[in-house]
Every structure is written in structure tokens, then in C-alpha cells.
């Protein structure tokens, strides 16, 4: 790592009185980050010997396949691939790739195509086309290696038949505002799309297809990662018309929306594939690193520098600004009593929040975490709360998070901010930039969910 803090904008350790604390946070959150290396995690999993390729515990004898193609979406999908090129070498035939605008790499055999996320566009549409274009014709010789990661299910666009692109664009706004898990949102996107529920897997039979999955989503179910394109899917159309009656969208959505999912339920749109499905019975999933072994070198790297450590959960959901406020409290109870572990501790929860948006200001999940834990914080000496999104783009803002403190009120106070009327308004962004205290990384081209840890020193 070039820095002893990694990637992190160093300005943050300006503000608030206790830098080594700050740098203590920044450190631990660095050590979550290069553990979830995606290279790194591909090539944890993925060897060759000569002509075997050794996947966790499978075995592919490259001399049986005439062509071998790497294709896949997502915020890390260029370093995955960058890996695989590594490997096969010579063997590769070549590949396609969509990646989010600023994650891209200088790949040799295989295609990138930047795109929009997390609103899809015509360059996400483009890039899936020539992923299906360069599937069509898969034979039983040809060999196709996918690496998916988070953001996928925005770059990995092709809609149903009837549904346009701006359809979709207009719904993922809907549902990203609607305060809808990542579950939900995928069960909805799954039944507009030739892609996503295991039909990417569908397009590339009769093919041996291996994807090689980077986990962004609680407890990593491979049908919801990425809107899970190569696994069975466990959605239904029932469940897809339900997230938009729950979060009342039936009458915002577009009309071909609810027109095509009728359709499913009525039984008139064929279902994604699900489990048992023939078109499934060459491919394997396997997931390549998580959250988890993020948050396990956050604590490792706390536990070297002298802390007393405890992974509280790495299945945090809710809304960001309530579990801000609980692990404000979880900051307290060790301030003030030492539990559940005395100080100096560090805490790490791990996990994806999600945020109702009803103002009109500008910010992202973690940085209203952040927020949230702030406005219980005041007084609190030696205690900082900091959430992150491991991909270094925490809503549309170039900030991965935001760190809060027991000062973080009183020093916006003399700058005439109000966090309680900034958390109404959603503009969580604005108060933490004039404070000087946003999480600025760039981007980390990895995406294993966003990351929490509570430190007490």
C-alpha cells in the first residue's frame, strides 16, 4: 500500500482535535480495502497448471475447449479480468466487460465499455449487446468465464421485450429513492430483463460457463448480487408486482413496466430460470470475497494497532440514518461503561443501509450514517464513528462516506449548519464537506458492500 492510510484523502485528519484517532479509522478502513482486492481475490481462487485451470474445487482441462471468452459487469470487473488474462494468457480468445465511468483498466484481449451507473444507459445497452452478441454462438467447446460484481445490476442492461431503456431509467429512479432493499429493487429489475435471473446463463448454453462473483449484497445470495445473471433465480413475478404495490409505484412506474410484469403474472412472459433448470447445468458460481473478509482485516489491522476488537455484524440493513444512530449508541456504551469491550476498541459492522429519500438535498446511505450517529455524539471525547462504501461512490456524490465525532456539532454550529435540518433534507453531503470531514477515496475498483467501524479510544 503506498500510505500508511491507503487511499483516503489525508485532509479528513485536519478536522476535530484528535488526528490520531482519525488516522487509526483510516488505517483499519485501508486494511478493509485491500483485503478486498478483487485481483487478488481471483487470484485466490483461480490457478492453472499448464493446461488444468483450477477453480475452487473444479477442474477444466483446457484442452477440451476450442475458445475460452471472459465477459461480466461491474464496479470491479476490470481487476477481475485484468487477473484472468494473467492466468489463461495465450489461451484467452478474447471477452467483453461493462464497468462503471472510472473503473476501467488496459486490458489486452478483452473489451471494456464504460457506462452509467446507478441509472443505466445507452452505453450499459451497447456493451450487453455485444456481450449477448459474442454468446450466441456458444457451443459445447466453448469455455465462459464471468466475473461479476456489485453495480452490475445497472451496466448489465437488456430489457424486455416492450420495456425501453428509458423505462428502466425511470423505474431504477423510482426505486432507488423508494427506500426498497437491494433484494427487492433486483427482483424488480430481474423480470425486465434478457439478463439478469440466471438468463445470462441462459444465453451462453449449451457453453461450460464458470462466474467468478465479487459479493456486495448481506449474507452474498448469488440471486441477488449483480441481480444474481448466472445463477437460479429465487424471484418470481409475484414478488416483483409486490415490491412495487409495497413501496407504491404501480401508478409512477412507466406504463410498459407494469404492463410487461401483468404479463409475467398472467403467465404470458416466461419466468427467469430457477433452480434445476437445464439451461444451468454447466455452470458454477462461486463467490471470490465479501464483506466479511473485509470487515476480518479491518479488525486484524485494529487488533495490530493495540485495539481491543469485535465484529458487531456483517448484516447490516435498515434505514442509514437509524443505524447511525445505533451505533452512536454502541460508541457511548463503550465511552461510558466499557461494553462490550473496553477501550481502546474498534467495532466494525458491515452490511448495505438504505435511505428514504424525501428531501432535495445531496448524499449517499453512508454518509447519512454518519449524520444520523452525529447527532448523538456531542460531547463524547475520543470517539468517531465512520461508514464507508467500499467502492468509493456512496450515492451520486464523489464521497465513499463520511466520518462524525463528538465535536462534529459544535464545529457545524459555528459554521452556521444545522444537522438536524440537513438530515430532513437529505444533504448530508454539503454538511460534511464544509466540515471537512467526507471520506474521499475515488476509484477503488472493488465493491464488497459499505463498511462501519466505531472507534473509542
Same mark, same amino acid.
Given at each position: 500500500?503506498?500510505?500508511?492510510?491507503?487511499?483516503?484523502?489525508?485532509?479528513?485528519?485536519?478536522?476535530?482535535?484528535?488526528?490520531?484517532?482519525?488516522?487509526?479509522?483510516?488505517?483499519?478502513?485501508?486494511?478493509?480495502?485491500? #483485503?478486498?482486492?478483487?485481483?487478488?481475490?481471483?487470484?485466490?481462487?483461480?490457478?492453472?497448471?499448464?493446461?488444468?485451470?483450477?477453480?475452487?474445487?473444479?477442474?477444466?482441462? &483446457?484442452?477440451?475447449?476450442?475458445? %475460452?471468452?471472459?465477459?461480466?459487469?461491474?464496479?470491479?470487473?476490470?481487476?477481475?479480468?485484468?487477473?484472468?488474462?494473467?492466468?489463461?494468457?495465450?489461451?484467452?480468445?478474447?471477452?467483453?466487460?461493462?464497468?462503471?465511468?472510472?473503473?476501467?483498466? $488496459? &486490458?489486452?484481449? !478483452?473489451?471494456?465499455?464504460?457506462?452509467?451507473?446507478?441509472?443505466?444507459?445507452?452505453?450499459?445497452?451497447?456493451?450487453?449487446?455485444? %456481450?449477448?452478441?459474442?454468446?450466441?454462438?456458444?457451443?459445447?467447446?466453448?469455455?465462459?468465464? #464471468?466475473? !461479476?460484481?456489485?453495480?452490475?445490476?445497472?451496466?448489465?442492461?437488456?430489457?424486455?421485450?416492450?420495456?425501453?431503456?428509458?423505462?428502466?431509467?425511470?423505474?431504477?429512479?423510482?426505486?432507488?429513492?423508494?427506500?426498497?432493499?437491494?433484494?427487492?429493487?433486483?427482483?424488480?429489475?430481474?423480470?425486465?430483463?434478457?439478463?439478469?435471473?440466471?438468463? &445470462?446463463?441462459?444465453?451462453?448454453?449449451?457453453? #461450460?460457463?464458470?462466474?467468478?462473483?465479487?459479493?456486495?449484497?448481506?449474507?452474498?445470495?448469488?440471486?441477488? !448480487?449483480?441481480?444474481?445473471?448466472?445463477?437460479?433465480?429465487?424471484?418470481?413475478? *409475484?414478488?416483483?408486482?409486490?415490491? &412495487?404495490?409495497?413501496?407504491?409505484?404501480?401508478?409512477? *412506474?412507466?406504463?410498459?413496466?407494469?404492463?410487461?410484469?401483468?404479463?409475467?403474472?398472467?403467465?404470458?412472459?416466461?419466468?427467469? $430460470?430457477?433452480?434445476?433448470? $437445464?439451461?444451468?447445468?454447466?455452470?458454477?458460481?462461486?463467490?471470490?470475497?465479501?464483506?466479511?473478509?473485509?470487515?476480518?482485516?479491518?479488525?486484524?489491522?485494529?487488533?495490530?494497532?493495540?485495539?481491543?476488537?469485535?465484529?458487531?455484524?456483517?448484516?447490516?440493513?435498515?434505514?442509514?440514518?437509524?443505524?447511525?444512530?445505533?451505533?452512536?449508541?454502541?460508541?457511548?456504551?463503550?465511552?461510558?461503561?466499557?461494553?462490550?469491550?473496553?477501550?481502546?476498541?474498534? %467495532?466494525?459492522?458491515?452490511?448495505?443501509?438504505?435511505?428514504?429519500?424525501?428531501?432535495?438535498?445531496?448524499?449517499?446511505?453512508?454518509?447519512?450514517?454518519?449524520?444520523?450517529?452525529?447527532?448523538?455524539?456531542?460531547?463524547?471525547?475520543?470517539?468517531?464513528?465512520?461508514?464507508?462504501?467500499?467502492?468509493?461512490?456512496?450515492?451520486?456524490?464523489?464521497?465513499?462516506?463520511?466520518?462524525?465525532?463528538?465535536?462534529?456539532?459544535?464545529?457545524?454550529?459555528?459554521?452556521?449548519?444545522?444537522?438536524?435540518?440537513?438530515?430532513?433534507?437529505?444533504?448530508?453531503?454539503?454538511?460534511?464537506?464544509?466540515?471537512?470531514?467526507?471520506?474521499?477515496?475515488?476509484?477503488?475498483?472493488?465493491?464488497?458492500?459499505?463498511?462501519?467501524?466505531?472507534?473509542?479510544?
Amino acid at each position: 500500500m503506498a500510505s500508511p492510510i491507503g487511499p483516503f484523502d489525508r485532509r479528513v485528519l485536519e478536522q476535530g482535535p484528535d488526528r490520531w484517532l482519525r488516522a487509526q479509522a483510516l488505517e483499519v478502513m485501508a486494511a478493509a480495502l485491500k #483485503a478486498a482486492d478483487p485481483a487478488e481475490a481471483v487470484r485466490r481462487h483461480v490457478r492453472r497448471d499448464v493446461d488444468l485451470l483450477r477453480v475452487e474445487g473444479e477442474v477444466y482441462d &483446457l484442452r477440451r475447449y476450442r475458445r %475460452i471468452f471472459v465477459i461480466g459487469a461491474g464496479k470491479a470487473s476490470a481487476p477481475m479480468a485484468e487477473a484472468l488474462e494473467e492466468v489463461l494468457g495465450e489461451r484467452l480468445t478474447g471477452g467483453v466487460l461493462n464497468v462503471k465511468d472510472g473503473y476501467t483498466r $488496459p &486490458l489486452r484481449r !478483452i473489451r471494456v465499455q464504460e457506462a452509467g451507473h446507478p441509472v443505466p444507459d445507452a452505453r450499459g445497452l451497447a456493451g450487453t449487446r455485444a %456481450i449477448l452478441a459474442l454468446l450466441q454462438d456458444a457451443g459445447p467447446d466453448d469455455l465462459v468465464i #464471468a466475473v !461479476i460484481s456489485g453495480g452490475g445490476s445497472a451496466l448489465l442492461v437488456a430489457p424486455a421485450e416492450g420495456v425501453t431503456l428509458e423505462d428502466l431509467q425511470r423505474l431504477t429512479d423510482l426505486l432507488l429513492r423508494s427506500g426498497a432493499t437491494i433484494g427487492e429493487m433486483n427482483a424488480v429489475r430481474k423480470h425486465l430483463s434478457l439478463v439478469k435471473g440466471g438468463q &445470462l446463463a441462459r444465453a451462453a448454453a449449451p457453453a #461450460a460457463l464458470v462466474a467468478l462473483i465479487l459479493s456486495d449484497v448481506v449474507g452474498s445470495p448469488l440471486d441477488v !448480487i449483480a441481480s444474481g445473471p448466472t445463477a437460479p433465480d429465487e424471484s418470481s413475478f *409475484a414478488e416483483a408486482w409486490a415490491v &412495487l404495490e409495497r413501496y407504491r409505484l404501480v401508478d409512477e *412506474a412507466p406504463p410498459a413496466v407494469v404492463e410487461h410484469l401483468r404479463r409475467g403474472l398472467r403467465g404470458e412472459v416466461p419466468e427467469t $430460470p430457477k433452480p434445476g433448470d $437445464p439451461v444451468l447445468a454447466r455452470v458454477t458460481n462461486v463467490i471470490v470475497g465479501s464483506n466479511r473478509l473485509a470487515a476480518l482485516a479491518a479488525l486484524a489491522r485494529a487488533e495490530e494497532l493495540g485495539m481491543h476488537t469485535l465484529l458487531l455484524s456483517t448484516f447490516v440493513e435498515g434505514e442509514a440514518r437509524e443505524v447511525g444512530r445505533v451505533l452512536a449508541a454502541v460508541a457511548r456504551e463503550v465511552a461510558q461503561h466499557d461494553q462490550p469491550l473496553p477501550r481502546p476498541a474498534c %467495532i466494525v459492522a458491515g452490511g448495505e443501509t438504505t435511505v428514504t429519500v424525501r428531501g432535495s438535498g445531496l448524499g449517499g446511505r453512508n454518509q447519512e450514517v454518519a449524520l444520523g450517529a452525529a447527532l448523538s455524539l456531542p460531547g463524547l471525547e475520543r470517539v468517531l464513528v465512520a461508514s464507508l462504501a467500499t467502492d468509493g461512490s456512496d450515492g451520486p456524490t464523489d464521497a465513499a462516506g463520511a466520518v462524525a465525532d463528538g465535536t462534529t456539532l459544535a464545529r457545524a454550529a459555528a459554521l452556521g449548519l444545522d444537522a438536524h435540518a440537513s438530515l430532513v433534507a437529505n444533504d448530508s453531503y454539503h454538511f460534511f464537506q464544509a466540515l471537512g470531514d467526507l471520506l474521499i477515496t475515488g476509484p477503488t475498483n472493488t465493491n464488497v458492500n459499505d463498511l462501519m467501524v466505531v472507534m473509542v479510544a
